[in-house]
């Protein structure tokens, strides 16, 4: 007799799966960002273990500090064991040389440290929140995750983003609608160097204009001297206002940048990816 595929699971199924499977971990440590995907597990994880889940946040000039203070937010609200740690990627040669393959050795950094972290406290396992629909981008980081045995239980559990988003809905998690955020290296185009100071004009732009503009999905990809601003493009208009764009270059000349663009493209997530993608449609 035919079991039943994954394919035809209830969202309820999964997310029983998924509870079992963290139930079987025994003790977790949850990589978190409070992002959606993290924000979810580390919830889940917290639903199902209680003080044997402990959801671990990676300080770094990656991170936006808007994200650090988001996800410390978050996790008291939900009463979450939390622990913040400081993580020094930046500081790394092969991941300051910004390659196609940097996210590696940023989740390196931080597998190490958990890893070490999971053995003297005597956590079973590490979990992170990577989605099914994170497996057909290029994610060097996930590589790494296999490297220090680092489970993806929501894979596991077969379970998308968009299943993500409605059940944290149904949670009541604030995250539930969140825009994807990556790390903030991923502004920056292949072969730049990762620099704190470019990191930090990347994160005061976009905190401006999440703030003080009101624009929800964006990104600010940093071309050394010229900032080009990704957001959907329904928001053209509220940036091509007048006196919006005259306050915007006012404080991008002030954070550092010379000159200031708009991408007529719009707003698509890892589209610095898209040089990998002509250059290997180039070659094949």
Known sequence: ?????EATRTIEEKMDALKTTLADMGSVIVAYSGGTDS??????????????????TAKSPSLAPSELREAVDLAERLGLRHRIVE?????????????PNRCFFCK????????????????DSIANGTNT????????????????????????????????RELSKDMDLPTWDKPAQACLSSRIPYGSMVTVEALTRIAQAEEYLRDEI?????????HDTVARIEVEPQDFITLTD?????????????????????DLQGFRSGSMNEVLAALRAKSG
Do not use: W
């Open 1 to 5: 007799m035919a079991t039943q595929t």
């Open 39 to 56: 924000a979810f597990l580390a919830a889940t994880a917290h639903d199902v273990l209680g003080d044997k889940a402990l959801a671990v």
């Open 87 to 99: 993580t020094h990627e930046v500081e790394r040669e092969d991941y300051a040389a910004n390659n």
């Open 108 to 123: 390196d950094e931080l597998y190490t440290y958990l890893s070490a972290y999971a053995q003297d406290e005597g956590y």
């Open 133 to 164: 629909d994170d497996l057909g981008d290029f994610r060097p980081g996930l590589n790494a995750a296999k490297q220090y045995g680092v489970r993806s239980p929501m894979v596991e559990a077969d379970l998308s983003k968009a299943e993500i």
């Open 214 to 222: 009101g624009i929800r999905q964006l990104r600010v990809r940093h």
């Open 242 to 262: 007048e006196a919006v764009r005259e306050e915007v270059v006012r404080k991008f000349r002030e954070i550092g940048y010379s000159y200031v663009t708009l």
